[in-house]
Protein backbone atom coordinates (compact mmCIF):
# COMPACT_ATOMS: atom_id res chain seq x y z
CA UNK A 1 0.00 0.00 0.00
CA UNK A 2 3.26 2.23 0.77
CA UNK A 3 4.66 1.79 -2.63
CA UNK A 4 0.93 2.28 -4.16
CA UNK A 5 0.77 5.58 -2.45
CA UNK A 6 4.19 6.90 -3.39
CA UNK A 7 3.30 6.20 -6.89
CA UNK A 8 0.38 8.08 -6.77
CA UNK A 9 1.82 11.07 -5.27
CA UNK A 10 4.26 10.97 -7.43
CA UNK A 11 2.31 11.08 -10.32
CA UNK A 12 -0.19 13.50 -9.06
CA UNK A 13 3.11 15.89 -8.13
CA UNK A 14 4.37 15.79 -11.55
CA UNK A 15 1.08 17.57 -12.64
CA UNK A 16 0.76 19.73 -9.76
CA UNK A 17 4.22 20.92 -11.12
CA UNK A 18 2.26 22.26 -14.35
CA UNK A 19 0.95 25.34 -14.70
CA UNK A 20 -1.50 24.96 -17.56
CA UNK A 21 -3.80 23.59 -15.46
CA UNK A 22 -4.51 26.41 -13.12
CA UNK A 23 -4.89 28.26 -15.90
CA UNK A 24 -7.64 26.48 -17.44
CA UNK A 25 -9.28 26.39 -14.11
CA UNK A 26 -8.61 29.91 -13.65
CA UNK A 27 -10.77 30.24 -17.19
CA UNK A 28 -13.18 28.57 -15.70
CA UNK A 29 -13.86 30.91 -13.17
CA UNK A 30 -13.36 33.81 -15.19
CA UNK A 31 -16.48 32.43 -17.21
CA UNK A 32 -18.35 32.43 -14.59
CA UNK A 33 -17.17 36.12 -13.67
CA UNK A 34 -18.30 37.09 -16.77
CA UNK A 35 -21.61 35.77 -16.42
CA UNK A 36 -22.27 37.45 -12.93
CA UNK A 37 -20.78 40.61 -14.77
CA UNK A 38 -23.07 40.33 -17.27
CA UNK A 39 -26.32 39.93 -14.67
CA UNK A 40 -25.34 43.09 -12.94
CA UNK A 41 -24.75 45.35 -16.32
CA UNK A 42 -28.13 43.86 -17.31
CA UNK A 43 -29.61 44.81 -13.88
CA UNK A 44 -27.89 48.60 -13.97
CA UNK A 45 -28.98 49.27 -17.59
CA UNK A 46 -32.55 48.12 -17.03
CA UNK A 47 -32.95 50.11 -13.53
CA UNK A 48 -33.35 46.95 -11.57
CA UNK A 49 -36.05 46.06 -13.94
CA UNK A 50 -34.81 42.73 -14.83
CA UNK A 51 -32.43 41.73 -11.82
CA UNK A 52 -31.20 38.47 -12.40
CA UNK A 53 -30.72 36.27 -9.52
CA UNK A 54 -30.23 32.61 -10.55
CA UNK A 55 -27.94 29.63 -9.32
CA UNK A 56 -24.58 30.63 -10.80
CA UNK A 57 -23.31 27.56 -9.26
CA UNK A 58 -25.60 25.36 -11.03
CA UNK A 59 -25.55 27.20 -14.08
CA UNK A 60 -22.18 26.61 -14.18
CA UNK A 61 -21.88 23.31 -13.64
CA UNK A 62 -23.08 21.70 -17.30
CA UNK A 63 -19.94 23.97 -18.87
CA UNK A 64 -17.30 22.59 -15.53
CA UNK A 65 -18.00 19.00 -16.52
CA UNK A 66 -18.58 18.97 -20.31
CA UNK A 67 -16.10 21.18 -21.28
CA UNK A 68 -13.57 22.46 -18.65
CA UNK A 69 -12.93 19.14 -16.79
CA UNK A 70 -12.59 16.85 -19.60
CA UNK A 71 -10.22 19.33 -21.38
CA UNK A 72 -7.95 18.95 -18.23
CA UNK A 73 -8.34 15.25 -17.85
CA UNK A 74 -7.36 15.07 -21.45
CA UNK A 75 -4.58 17.39 -21.05
CA UNK A 76 -3.36 15.40 -17.37
CA UNK A 77 -3.57 11.61 -19.11
CA UNK A 78 -1.26 13.14 -22.45
CA UNK A 79 1.11 14.66 -19.52
CA UNK A 80 1.23 11.05 -18.02
CA UNK A 81 1.18 8.83 -21.29
CA UNK A 82 2.68 9.75 -24.25
CA UNK A 83 4.48 12.81 -22.97
CA UNK A 84 6.42 10.50 -21.42
CA UNK A 85 6.54 8.26 -23.74
CA UNK A 86 8.24 10.94 -26.18
CA UNK A 87 10.58 12.15 -23.02
CA UNK A 88 11.78 7.69 -22.41
CA UNK A 89 10.65 8.46 -18.84
CA UNK A 90 7.93 5.85 -19.05
CA UNK A 91 10.69 3.39 -18.13
CA UNK A 92 11.68 4.79 -14.85
CA UNK A 93 7.81 4.67 -14.10
CA UNK A 94 7.84 1.15 -14.53
CA UNK A 95 10.82 0.25 -12.44
CA UNK A 96 8.87 1.55 -8.96
CA UNK A 97 7.54 -1.38 -7.04
CA UNK A 98 4.26 -1.14 -8.59
CA UNK A 99 2.65 -3.91 -11.74
CA UNK A 100 1.55 -2.25 -14.65
CA UNK A 101 -2.14 -2.81 -13.51
CA UNK A 102 -1.83 -0.09 -10.65
CA UNK A 103 0.69 2.01 -12.21
CA UNK A 104 -2.40 2.36 -14.63
CA UNK A 105 -4.66 2.89 -11.77
CA UNK A 106 -2.63 5.38 -10.07
CA UNK A 107 -2.23 7.46 -13.51
CA UNK A 108 -5.60 7.45 -13.69
CA UNK A 109 -6.20 8.69 -10.24
CA UNK A 110 -3.60 11.14 -10.27
CA UNK A 111 -5.42 12.65 -13.60
CA UNK A 112 -9.04 12.72 -11.87
CA UNK A 113 -7.75 13.95 -8.76
CA UNK A 114 -6.47 17.38 -10.60
CA UNK A 115 -9.83 17.51 -12.95
CA UNK A 116 -11.63 17.22 -9.66
CA UNK A 117 -9.72 19.59 -7.75
CA UNK A 118 -10.62 21.69 -10.38
CA UNK A 119 -14.16 21.39 -10.67
CA UNK A 120 -14.53 21.85 -6.30
CA UNK A 121 -12.49 25.22 -6.59
CA UNK A 122 -15.03 26.38 -9.09
CA UNK A 123 -17.84 25.06 -7.03
CA UNK A 124 -16.69 27.06 -4.02
CA UNK A 125 -15.95 30.44 -6.46
CA UNK A 126 -19.29 29.53 -8.24
CA UNK A 127 -21.51 29.53 -4.82
CA UNK A 128 -19.06 33.04 -3.55
CA UNK A 129 -20.53 34.55 -6.86
CA UNK A 130 -23.81 33.45 -5.83
CA UNK A 131 -23.94 34.71 -2.61
CA UNK A 132 -22.87 38.04 -3.75
CA UNK A 133 -25.57 37.92 -6.57
CA UNK A 134 -27.88 37.63 -3.63
CA UNK A 135 -29.00 34.15 -3.83
CA UNK A 136 -29.35 32.52 -0.25
CA UNK A 137 -26.62 29.86 0.37
CA UNK A 138 -29.11 27.28 1.71
CA UNK A 139 -28.94 24.77 -1.08
CA UNK A 140 -25.30 24.83 -0.85
CA UNK A 141 -24.86 21.12 0.32
CA UNK A 142 -27.61 19.85 -2.72
CA UNK A 143 -25.27 22.06 -5.14
CA UNK A 144 -22.21 20.40 -3.27
CA UNK A 145 -23.95 16.81 -4.11
CA UNK A 146 -24.51 17.57 -7.72
CA UNK A 147 -20.43 18.22 -8.76
CA UNK A 148 -19.97 15.09 -6.42
CA UNK A 149 -22.25 13.26 -8.74
CA UNK A 150 -21.48 14.37 -11.92
CA UNK A 151 -17.86 13.25 -11.23
CA UNK A 152 -18.59 9.76 -11.51
CA UNK A 153 -18.84 10.13 -15.62
CA UNK A 154 -15.64 11.92 -15.24
CA UNK A 155 -13.91 8.28 -14.62
CA UNK A 156 -14.89 7.25 -18.33
CA UNK A 157 -13.23 10.23 -19.85
CA UNK A 158 -10.09 9.29 -17.81
CA UNK A 159 -9.80 5.87 -19.61
CA UNK A 160 -11.21 7.00 -22.95
CA UNK A 161 -8.14 9.15 -22.97
CA UNK A 162 -5.43 6.54 -21.75
CA UNK A 163 -6.80 4.06 -24.51
CA UNK A 164 -6.08 6.81 -26.75
CA UNK A 165 -2.46 7.98 -25.23
CA UNK A 166 -1.84 4.29 -24.83
CA UNK A 167 -2.23 4.03 -29.16
CA UNK A 168 -0.54 6.99 -29.94
CA UNK A 169 3.55 8.63 -28.97
CA UNK A 170 2.65 11.89 -29.54
CA UNK A 171 0.93 14.04 -26.71
CA UNK A 172 -0.39 16.35 -29.30
CA UNK A 173 -2.01 14.60 -31.54
CA UNK A 174 -3.04 12.45 -28.61
CA UNK A 175 -4.81 15.19 -26.78
CA UNK A 176 -6.36 16.50 -30.15
CA UNK A 177 -8.04 12.93 -30.71
CA UNK A 178 -9.04 12.82 -27.69
CA UNK A 179 -11.03 16.17 -27.67
CA UNK A 180 -12.15 15.26 -31.13
CA UNK A 181 -13.34 11.51 -30.32
CA UNK A 182 -15.30 13.14 -27.16
CA UNK A 183 -16.72 15.88 -28.77
CA UNK A 184 -18.30 13.15 -31.65
CA UNK A 185 -19.65 10.90 -28.94
CA UNK A 186 -21.23 13.71 -26.92
CA UNK A 187 -23.39 15.15 -29.75
CA UNK A 188 -23.23 12.09 -31.90
CA UNK A 189 -27.44 12.01 -31.16
CA UNK A 190 -27.84 15.29 -33.05
CA UNK A 191 -26.67 13.30 -35.98
CA UNK A 192 -27.41 9.71 -35.62
CA UNK A 193 -31.13 9.39 -33.73
CA UNK A 194 -31.11 7.42 -30.59
CA UNK A 195 -27.05 7.05 -30.76
CA UNK A 196 -26.51 9.00 -27.54
CA UNK A 197 -29.00 6.61 -25.42
CA UNK A 198 -25.66 3.84 -25.27
CA UNK A 199 -22.52 6.19 -24.88
CA UNK A 200 -21.89 7.75 -21.70
CA UNK A 201 -20.87 10.72 -22.64
CA UNK A 202 -24.39 11.55 -22.49
CA UNK A 203 -24.59 11.24 -19.22
CA UNK A 204 -22.00 13.76 -18.40
CA UNK A 205 -24.79 15.87 -16.20
CA UNK A 206 -25.91 12.47 -13.97
CA UNK A 207 -26.94 15.00 -10.90
CA UNK A 208 -30.55 15.34 -13.10
CA UNK A 209 -31.27 11.73 -13.07
CA UNK A 210 -30.27 11.40 -9.67
CA UNK A 211 -31.65 14.51 -7.78
CA UNK A 212 -33.22 16.25 -10.64
CA UNK A 213 -36.36 15.51 -12.33
CA UNK A 214 -37.27 12.01 -11.54
CA UNK A 215 -36.88 8.76 -13.96
CA UNK A 216 -38.83 6.08 -14.26
CA UNK A 217 -36.64 3.44 -11.76
CA UNK A 218 -35.64 1.01 -15.31
CA UNK A 219 -34.43 4.18 -17.34
CA UNK A 220 -32.63 5.04 -14.32
CA UNK A 221 -30.87 1.62 -13.74
CA UNK A 222 -30.09 0.91 -17.87
CA UNK A 223 -28.53 4.38 -17.78
CA UNK A 224 -26.57 3.89 -14.95
CA UNK A 225 -25.77 0.27 -16.27
CA UNK A 226 -24.50 1.87 -19.59
CA UNK A 227 -22.51 4.37 -17.74
CA UNK A 228 -20.93 1.90 -15.04
CA UNK A 229 -20.23 -0.95 -17.81
CA UNK A 230 -18.95 1.35 -20.26
CA UNK A 231 -15.93 2.69 -17.26
CA UNK A 232 -15.38 -1.10 -16.73
CA UNK A 233 -15.12 -1.59 -20.16
CA UNK A 234 -12.42 1.17 -20.73
CA UNK A 235 -10.65 0.31 -17.56
CA UNK A 236 -10.25 -3.18 -19.34
CA UNK A 237 -9.23 -2.09 -22.14
CA UNK A 238 -6.64 0.45 -21.07
CA UNK A 239 -5.28 -2.16 -18.96
CA UNK A 240 -4.73 -4.68 -21.57
CA UNK A 241 -3.46 -2.48 -24.54
CA UNK A 242 -1.13 -0.92 -21.54
CA UNK A 243 0.23 -4.26 -20.58
CA UNK A 244 1.12 -4.87 -23.68
CA UNK A 245 3.01 -2.01 -24.86
CA UNK A 246 6.24 -2.03 -25.09
CA UNK A 247 8.59 1.11 -23.49
Not at 17 to 42: A, D, E
Amino acid sequence: MNALMFAYEKELFKLLNKKKYYVITIIGILISVLRFGGSVLIAKLSGGTFNIRSSIAMEMLPISVEIIVPLILFIAVSDLFTNEYASDTMKSCLMQPVNRFNLLTVKAAAALTVGVGSLIVMYIVNMIIQTINGVSPANAPLIFLAYVIDIIPLIGIVFLGIIINVLLRSPVSATLLCLALYAVMKYAGIYVSGADAFLFTSIAKLHALIIGTPLPFTMLMCKLGILFGSILILYSVSYILFEKRNF
